[in-house]
Every structure is written in structure tokens, then in C-alpha cells.
């Protein structure tokens, strides 16, 4: 029994089943030579190309770049970065149709070509004296992801554990009219046989097969040359066939051995490169180039001079089409990929991205528009076709049955969406649109069990760790009980004590020291009767007239008197309601705090504040229609309050109002209460926001002949709340109203 | 005759008995493995919109007999589950839940007062802040439970669809035409 490395060296072929033979209609394209597209007016490179996530964007909008200048920060294994395919200036970073499918737009750098091309500073590396983790920082850093169409992250899969016993280098392109790995084995295949010795130096395989169809054999002779003679390197032609490029029927086919579900080649010993891969990590390593550009078919009988495409990332599809004459047709499909796994682009603006390799763009004879779909009629041709020996049949109807468990049962996931069963079927069943269909809605699922679970366990940890806390408080609530209790035990013996004592002393005290203490308390009470004769008649003004401060009371007091009055007369006049009593009881509270306790600026301020507090209290269980009114009876107030302050008592009192939170808060209370009325009572015309603001200024400049007030709303965070306050309160009430 | 075959079958039925009588003490289920299963079918958002305080309550009285058409974060496939698992009838959502779009709550942070009420009543955890300090949701975590949306006193929470991106998207048949048949 020969080992598979001999059976490989001995040139034997194995084979996969199923597979189709569609024309391959390629003959054409290969024998032209790579054109160069000219630099395009702008360039959409979206920050993802890749399978895994998307690095940070580090330009902005107007930066200048220079060619090879990476745009994103791959800061993490999963992410590789994109490149400036030459040297220009950033227009944007925006949302633009993303090259899939579902067309849904992803963020893009939109950048405008200058022209110049200018590079950045390179530093090629010298590979043989370069350990693996450079090489493998190197490919990730120059952003190459997978060339065949996967995009997975090149540095990702050579960073292996296990040993490669064959690495294979995949130059079979099975779909029709896709010739982009072919024009490059033509032309590149030194720098790809380069390639794959930076990639053997980092995976260190015994051997390397390197797999081309029959049907190109002008690339098998240029590998065959560029490969020199290099052991044990294996140019290996294989039959054309569909999907023979898969990864997985490839390897079936080179050597028979089939990679298990759900596994990878590596599980195998097996490793296998695109063709472009290997050419974009010769690029990256032997000259810093990172991955710019790529070959792209663009192919299709619209167009008058099909070719392979050297095309800048970022490229619009619209830009390759007109390079290669398009002449569309009404209506034009323009798909992306291949016919077989490509899907049809909604507008050209589109970019190539470095998965990108066919533009196709067909006439309707050549490639019609998918047929109306007929019932299955059980003829098992999709069965026999499946290179993945899987039972379409039965997949579709458990597609259609959205049965996921029997999906699973019949390995859907196995299915490599290569169409070749859609591609047989004679009632045109779309039966790969289907298999995606159930794939996607299973990997919804599996989010969703996945996500449940995270929010099981993160409730479960929030149910430990309210109930963690509740015992805790609890605990120290009984400790403190227990102080507590421990403490009063602890003096109760000496109260009682105390207590004993003092009976005692009682009981000693004779009857004349009871006569005698009685007269004292008499003698006390007439002192105490003295004192107040005293104080009542002595004149105000004799004693005072030295003492400013006193003066100062009573001019106040004669003030505070007069203004009552007319605010009173004033109020009556204008309200004419029952409206005028609160502010009046308001200013009579205040000037009888005022008068009582001017000598304590502090104390009349609060005062103040209470009187204030009291007079809006008794407008809002009035139900006072307005706000104005509130107004009327504060300004009394608060001008009352101020006055009796007299100048010394002035400073304070604006200390008081200057509290610029309380009278944030009061003004917020106040809003919040004319909304609850105006809402309360719809009032006919516009009042409500105009009330609104009056208060919100009124309180403010109520006592104007301070500082304070200009500061209130000058504080946005108070001010926002207040704001906030009041909207809780208006939402609460109408809630209760609504309900 | 008639006695000794009287005899050993009552001998065997009491045998039997007692194997039985033992295994059911000795292989005795601890917990009630229903409730369990029916958890696992919830979608585990806690959002009490069933009229339980969580999932595990929910599951515990659907094992005791309730319906099980009252989860709607669940939908229909949740339903369709429990039918399964219970040998009941799959009965319809409830009209609003039929065709619920997956949403998660967001804070309009400058209308933020960080009452922390919000994080309070979540009740996987997904909203961070402290007191006066503004208060965020993490997306990720978010369930879309709605419960933190009504103790919001400055209602600056929303709750915002969630936005469909090329991984999350679901292929559409649009290579089916669609074509009209003439009724006849």
C-alpha cells in the first residue's frame, strides 16, 4: 500500500462525485493578454472585504493618502486592513451599496484619485531570514484575504498549530467565462511560485500540488516552467469539471480523501491558496505591495472587447464595463461572481472589492433571466449532480417546510451553494436560493438560542446578586439592631440607678427647703413680669434712634406696610377675585417674618422662601386659571421679603435668591404646575407655552434689583433639570388623565 | 391446580410490585425536567410581557396548565416549540405580537438625568450609568423587552428596530417571479 504522498508523486487522480459541464466559454479571454484599467474618478473601498470584522477607519474626510497607506486599523486577529489603491485625497467615509447580495449599504472611504500615484515608503522583506510571525504580521498587514471568493483572512488560516502535510495551490476557476487566475498564471507565475515559497517556508509542508484544469493549457506550461524543476512540487492538471475548484471536492479529487463535516482541510493535513493568494503574499513580502488591485473578468456578449481587467480596489463596476465597451441591453442584468454562483448587482456603482473576480454582464440570449419555477417532478437529477453527495430534493422541501431539526438530519450545512443542482433541474427550481433562504434563517436561530442564553445567565447573575445584596442589608440591619439593643441594656442599670437616686434625695429634702424653693420660683416668674413691662413700654424710638439697624426695621416696616396696601388695592383691581387673598396673606406672612426676625437676614429669607412657597400652594388649590396671577403673588413676595431685609439683611436675602438650584427648582415647579392647569383645562387660546416662558422669566426677575436671578438660567445643566422635572410631571399627569 | 396458579401469580404481581415500587424510589426524577425544557424553549428576554415576573416563571405555569401563546418576543416559532413539547394545539400570537420587528432600546443621552431608574428595571443587566451620570444601553445585551422604556421619567428611551445588516439579512427569493393569476 503505497502512502498517499507517493500515490500523489505517482500523478493519481481521484475523482468527487456529482458535477456538471456547462460551457465554459473561455477559450477567448485567456488568450488576451491583463489590460490595465485607468485610474477612475473616484474609488468606493468599503472598510470590510473580508470574512471577520471590519478594522477602525483612521481617515477622515479630506486627508491626503498615499498609495499603499492602509485606511483601516486591524487591531485584532480578525480583521486585515484595506489600502489606499493609489495616492489621492478622501472624500468621505459613507454608506455605499455594498458588493452583496442583499445590496444593503456598508460603510465606505470614498477617495478621489490625484493622479500621481505616489507610493508610500516601502520595506521590502528579505522571507528567509524573517520568523514566521513576521511573515504571517506582514500578510495580515498588507490585508490579504482569501482570492478565491471566500475572503477568509490569509494570515488566519497559515497560523496553524497542526502539521501541513500538502499544500495545495488552487488554480482550477470551474465557473464559466472566469479567467482571472488564468491570466495570471500566464503572465505571473514566477511571483506565484515565489509566493508559494514564502507560504512553504511558513507551513513547512512535505509536499505542494499545484491544481490546474485541462482546459488551460498555456498556464499549465508557464507554472510547469516557473516551477523549475522544484521537488516535490506537482503541477497537476485535473478534468474540467463543475465545482472541481471547491476546496473540498479539490481535495477529493487530488487525493481522494474527503475533509468531514463541519471541519477543515487542516483537520486532514491538507492547506490550500488560491493562486491570487499566493501572488498577493509575494507582492506584500518580497515588495510591500499590499493588496491594491486584482484581476477581474469582465466578460459577456454586451460588452465589445471582454478581458481580463487589472482593476484597482474600490473600482466601480460602471468604470470596468465602459473600459470594456459596454453596450447594455434594456433591461441589462449585470451580475457579480460567476453565472453559476454570482448574483445580479442592483446598480453599477458598485465597487470591485478583493473578492471580486467576475464582472459579467450578458445579453438575454445568452444567459436568460431564471425561468418560472414548476413543481419538482422527482427526476433526482439535482441528486446525481450535488458534488456534495447531499439530497436536494428532500433539502428543498424541508426548506420550504422551514424544518430546521431535518435539515440538519440531511447536512445542509455540508451544501456549498455551488448551483450545480439548480443548474440541472428541468423545472427550474431555484434550489440553492432556497438552501441559503433556510441557511440564513438558521444561523438566525442559532444567534437568537445563543443571544437567550447570555440573557438567562445575565439574569440569573442579576436575580444572585439582587438577592445577595437583600441578605446583606438585611444582616446589617439586624447587627444594628443588636448594637442597639446590646447599648440600651448596657445603660439601663445606670438609669435606674440615677432614678433611685434621685427618689432618695427627694424624700430627704425637708418641707422648708420645699417652701424655700417655691419662693425663689415666685421671685423668678415677678423678675420675668418686669422684664416684659420694661421692654413693651419702652419707646421704639428713643432706644433706637442711635441704632441705625433698628431704624432701618421700622423704615422697612413702614415700607413693606405701605406696599401691601397698594399691591392689595392693585391686585383687587386687576384680578377682582378671591385670587388676591392668597397674596396678600402671602405679603402679610412675609412682613410679620419680616418685622419679627429682620435682625436675622437669614431668617427672613427663608422666611421669604416659606411665604413664597405658601402663596403658590394656595394659587394652585384655588386652581387659579393662569399663571400670571402666581406672578402677582410672588413679586409681592418676594419685593416684601427684600425691603424688610434691610441693607444689611439685603446681601443675604440675595444670597438666598441666588441659590440659583433652589430657584431652578422653584421655577421648574412652577412650569410643571401651569402646564398641569393649562393641560387641565384646555385653555382656548395659545396660553400654555406663553405662560410657560413668563414664569420661567418671572421668578427670575421678580426681585430685579439683584444679582442672583441673571445666573439662574445662565446654568443649562440646572436649568435641563428643571426642564426635565417639569416634563416628568406633565407626562404623569396626563397619564392619569388618559387613564 | 386451581390454587398453586392462583398462588404463583400472586406471588409473581406482588414481586413485581415491589421491583416496581423500588425503582420508583431508587430512579426517582429529582426536578420536574418539564419546567426545564419549557425554559429552554423561551427566548429568556424577561420581559414579563406574558404577565410573569421572567421566563422560568412562565415556563413553571405553562407546565401547570397555562397557555402557551403569550410570549411574544418568542413568536410563532416559540409557540410552534411548546406545542410540540406540550401535545397541545398550536394556538395563534396575540394580534400585536404577530409581526413583531426585532427592536432594542436606546437612551437619547443628552435628555438623560441619570435617575438610574432605567437600570433598575432591566433585567439582563444591558444599561450602564450611575447616579447623575448619563446612561447607555448596550446594544449586544439588550433583549428589547421594553421595561425600562415606562419608568423612564424624561421618556428619553426608544425603542429603535434593530438595523438589518448583510450578515443578519435573509436571503429573498427574488428569483421566484412573482406572477399574478387571473381568477376566474
Known amino acids: 500500500m503505497q502512502s498517499l504522498l507517493?500515490?500523489?508523486?505517482?500523478?493519481?487522480?481521484?475523482?468527487?462525485?456529482?458535477?456538471?459541464?456547462?460551457?465554459?466559454?473561455?477559450?477567448?479571454?485567456?488568450?488576451?493578454?491583463?489590460?490595465?484599467?485607468?485610474?477612475?474618478?473616484?474609488?468606493?473601498?468599503?472598510?470590510?472585504?473580508?470574512?471577520?470584522?471590519?478594522?477602525?477607519?483612521?481617515?477622515?474626510?479630506?486627508?491626503?493618502?498615499?498609495?499603499?497607506?492602509?485606511?483601516?486599523?486591524?487591531?485584532?486577529?480578525?480583521?486585515?486592513?484595506?489600502?489606499?489603491?493609489?495616492?489621492?485625497?478622501?472624500?468621505?467615509?459613507?454608506?455605499?451599496?455594498?458588493?452583496?447580495?442583499?445590496?444593503?449599504?456598508?460603510?465606505?472611504i470614498v477617495l478621489e484619485p490625484d493622479g500621481l500615484d505616489e507610493w508610500r515608503e516601502r520595506e521590502p522583506m528579505h522571507y528567509p531570514r524573517c520568523s514566521t510571525e513576521q511573515l504571517l504580521e506582514r500578510i495580515q498587514q498588507s490585508g490579504i484575504a482569501g482570492m478565491g471568493g471566500a475572503g477568509f483572512p490569509t494570515h488566519l488560516k497559515s497560523a496553524v498549530q497542526q502539521h501541513v502535510e500538502l499544500l495545495i495551490i488552487n488554480g482550477v476557476e470551474c465557473e464559466p467565462y472566469i479567467s482571472a487566475d488564468d491570466a495570471l498564471m500566464q503572465e505571473q507565475a514566477d511571483t506565484i511560485v515565489q509566493g508559494i515559497e514564502i507560504l512553504c517556508h511558513i507551513l513547512e509542508p512535505k509536499a505542494v500540488l499545484i491544481a490546474i484544469e485541462d482546459d488551460k493549457p498555456a498556464a499549465i506550461s508557464a507554472m510547469q516552467n516557473a516551477c523549475d524543476g522544484r521537488q516535490p512540487w506537482y503541477v497537476r492538471?485535473?478534468?474540467?469539471?463543475?465545482?472541481?475548484?471547491?476546496?473540498?471536492?479539490l481535495i477529493q479529487l487530488l487525493t481522494g480523501r474527503e475533509v468531514p463535516a463541519g471541519r477543515r482541510p487542516i483537520d486532514i493535513g491538507m492547506m490550500m491558496f488560491n493562486v491570487g493568494t499566493s501572488f498577493a503574499v509575494a507582492q506584500a513580502v518580497l515588495h510591500d505591495i499590499p493588496l491594491l488591485s486584482r484581476i477581474v473578468t469582465v466578460a459577456g456578449d454586451t460588452l465589445q472587447h471582454p478581458q481580463n481587467v487589472l482593476a484597482p480596489i474600490g473600482t466601480p463596476v460602471s468604470d470596468l464595463l465602459h473600459f470594456c465597451g459596454f453596450q447594455p441591453e434594456r433591461p441589462q442584468r449585470v451580475i457579480m461572481g460567476g453565472p453559476m454562483m454570482g448574483f445580479t448587482l442592483p446598480d453599477l456603482s458598485v465597487p470591485i472589492i478583493k473578492t471580486t473576480n467576475c464582472i459579467l454582464a450578458p445579453t438575454q440570449q445568452e444567459l436568460p433571466a431564471a425561468g418560472e419555477e414548476m413543481d419538482c417532478i422527482r427526476c433526482t437529477a439535482c441528486a446525481e449532480a450535488c458534488p456534495a453527495s447531499l439530497l436536494p430534493q428532500q433539502l428543498l422541501w424541508f426548506s420550504k417546510a422551514k424544518d430546521t431539526e431535518k435539515l440538519d438530519e440531511y447536512n445542509l450545512f455540508d451544501c456549498i451553494e455551488c448551483g450545480a443542482c439548480a443548474y440541472v433541474c428541468p423545472s427550474e427550481i431555484p434550489l440553492v436560493q432556497y438552501y441559503r433562504v433556510a441557511k440564513a434563517e438558521i444561523r438566525e436561530q442559532q444567534r437568537e438560542a445563543l443571544k437567550a442564553e447570555q440573557a438567562k445567565a445575565r439574569f440569573e447573575a442579576r436575580q444572585a446578586r439582587l438577592e445577595a445584596e437583600k441578605l446583606e442589608r438585611q444582616r446589617r440591619n439586624e447587627q444594628l439592631a443588636a448594637e442597639r439593643a446590646a447599648k440600651q441594656s448596657a445603660s439601663a442599670p445606670d438609669a435606674v440607678a440615677a432614678a433611685l437616686a434621685r427618689v432618695?434625695?427627694?424624700?430627704?429634702?425637708?418641707?422648708?427647703?420645699?417652701?424655700?424653693?417655691?419662693?425663689?420660683?415666685?421671685?423668678?416668674?415677678?423678675?420675668?413680669?418686669?422684664?416684659?413691662?420694661?421692654?413693651?413700654?419702652?419707646?421704639?424710638?428713643?432706644?433706637?434712634?442711635?441704632?441705625?439697624?433698628?431704624?432701618?426695621?421700622?423704615?422697612?416696616?413702614?415700607r413693606a406696610k405701605a406696599k401691601k396696601q397698594a399691591a392689595a388695592t392693585s391686585d383687587s383691581e386687576r384680578v377682582q377675585s378671591q385670587q388676591t387673598e392668597p397674596g396678600q396673606t402671602a405679603t402679610e406672612s412675609v412682613e410679620t417674618a419680616a418685622a419679627n426676625e429682620a435682625s436675622d437676614p437669614r431668617?427672613?429669607?427663608?422666611?421669604?422662601?416659606?411665604?413664597?412657597?405658601?402663596?403658590?400652594?394656595?394659587?394652585?388649590?384655588?386652581a387659579s386659571d393662569n399663571g400670571q396671577t402666581e406672578q402677582e403673588q410672588a413679586k409681592p413676595a418676594h419685593t416684601g421679603a427684600a425691603q424688610a431685609a434691610a441693607e444689611p439683611a439685603q446681601t443675604a436675602a440675595a444670597s438666598e435668591a441666588s441659590d440659583p438650584r433652589k430657584a431652578a427648582i422653584a421655577a421648574a415647579i412652577a412650569r410643571a404646575k401651569a402646564k398641569k392647569q393649562t393641560e387641565a383645562r384646555p385653555a382656548p387660546e395659545k396660553a400654555g407655552p406663553e405662560e410657560a416662558k413668563s414664569d420661567q422669566t418671572d421668578p427670575a426677575s421678580a426681585p430685579d434689583e439683584h444679582i442672583a436671578p441673571t445666573e439662574q438660567p445662565s446654568d443649562p445643566r440646572k436649568a435641563a433639570i428643571a426642564a426635565a422635572v417639569a416634563r416628568a410631571k406633565a407626562r404623569k399627569r396626563k397619564e392619569t388623565e388618559l387613564k | 391446580m386451581m390454587t398453586t396458579a392462583l398462588a404463583v401469580l400472586g406471588v409473581l404481581a406482588l414481586l413485581f410490585g415491589a421491583i416496581l415500587g423500588y425503582a420508583a424510589i431508587r430512579?426517582?426524577?429529582?426536578?420536574?425536567?418539564?419546567?426545564?425544557?419549557?425554559?429552554?424553549?423561551?427566548?429568556?428576554?424577561?420581559?414579563?410581557?406574558?404577565?410573569?415576573?421572567?421566563?422560568?416563571?412562565?415556563?413553571?405555569?405553562?407546565?401547570?396548565?397555562?397557555?402557551?401563546?403569550?410570549?411574544?418576543p418568542g413568536g410563532e416559532a416559540t409557540v410552534r416549540k411548546l406545542a410540540d413539547l406540550m401535545g397541545v394545539e398550536p394556538k395563534p400570537l396575540h394580534e400585536e405580537a404577530q409581526n413583531a420587528v426585532k427592536k432594542v432600546a436606546f437612551i437619547r443621552e443628552d435628555e438623560c438625568i441619570g435617575c438610574t431608574k432605567c437600570i433598575q428595571a432591566c433585567p439582563v443587566d444591558a444599561i450602564v450609568g450611575a447616579t447623575r451620570q448619563m446612561h447607555t444601553v448596550i446594544v449586544d445585551e439588550c433583549t428589547g423587552c421594553d421595561l425600562c422604556v415606562e419608568p423612564c421619567p424624561v421618556d428619553c428611551i426608544d425603542m429603535i428596530p434593530l438595523i438589518e445588516t448583510a450578515e443578519r439579512w435573509k436571503w429573498d427569493l427574488q428569483a421566484i417571479p412573482v406572477r399574478m393569476v387571473e381568477a376566474d
Not at chain 1, 447580495?101 to 465606505?108: F, G, K
Not at chain 1, 419707646?539 to 422697612?556: C, K, L, N, Y
Request: with cysteine; charged share 25%.
Open chain 1, 6 to 108: 507517493e500515490q500523489v508523486a505517482a500523478g493519481l487522480l481521484w475523482r468527487f462525485p456529482g458535477g456538471v459541464h456547462p460551457p465554459t466559454r473561455k477559450a477567448e479571454l485567456s488568450k488576451k493578454p491583463i489590460a490595465s484599467l485607468p485610474l477612475p474618478d473616484k474609488l468606493y473601498i468599503p472598510l470590510r472585504q473580508h470574512i471577520g470584522v471590519a478594522g477602525h477607519c483612521l481617515v477622515h474626510k479630506g486627508d491626503h493618502v498615499m498609495k499603499g497607506q492602509p485606511l483601516t486599523l486591524a487591531d485584532n486577529s480578525m480583521s486585515v486592513p484595506v489600502h489606499a489603491p493609489t495616492s489621492g485625497l478622501i472624500l468621505a467615509v459613507t454608506e455605499h451599496t455594498s458588493p452583496h447580495p442583499s445590496a444593503l449599504p456598508e460603510p465606505c
Open chain 1, 237 to 249: 492538471p485535473v478534468p474540467t469539471k463543475y465545482p472541481s475548484g471547491g476546496e473540498k471536492q
Open chain 1, 504 to 558: 432618695k434625695s427627694q424624700q430627704q429634702q425637708t418641707p422648708g427647703d420645699l417652701e424655700a424653693i417655691k419662693a425663689e420660683r415666685e421671685r423668678k416668674k415677678q423678675q420675668a413680669r418686669e422684664r416684659q413691662a420694661e421692654k413693651t413700654e419702652a419707646p421704639a424710638d428713643s432706644v433706637s434712634a442711635t441704632d441705625p439697624r433698628q431704624a432701618a426695621i421700622t423704615a422697612a416696616l413702614a
Open chain 1, 603 to 622: 431668617k427672613a429669607a427663608i422666611a421669604a422662601a416659606l411665604a413664597r412657597a405658601k402663596a403658590k400652594k394656595q394659587a394652585a388649590a384655588s
Open chain 2, 27 to 72: 430512579f426517582r426524577v429529582e426536578s420536574d425536567p418539564l419546567i426545564e425544557q419549557i425554559d429552554d424553549i423561551l427566548p429568556q428576554t424577561q420581559c414579563g410581557q406574558c404577565g410573569y415576573p421572567g421566563c422560568r416563571p412562565y415556563a413553571e405555569a405553562i407546565a401547570n396548565g397555562d397557555d402557551i401563546n403569550k410570549c411574544p
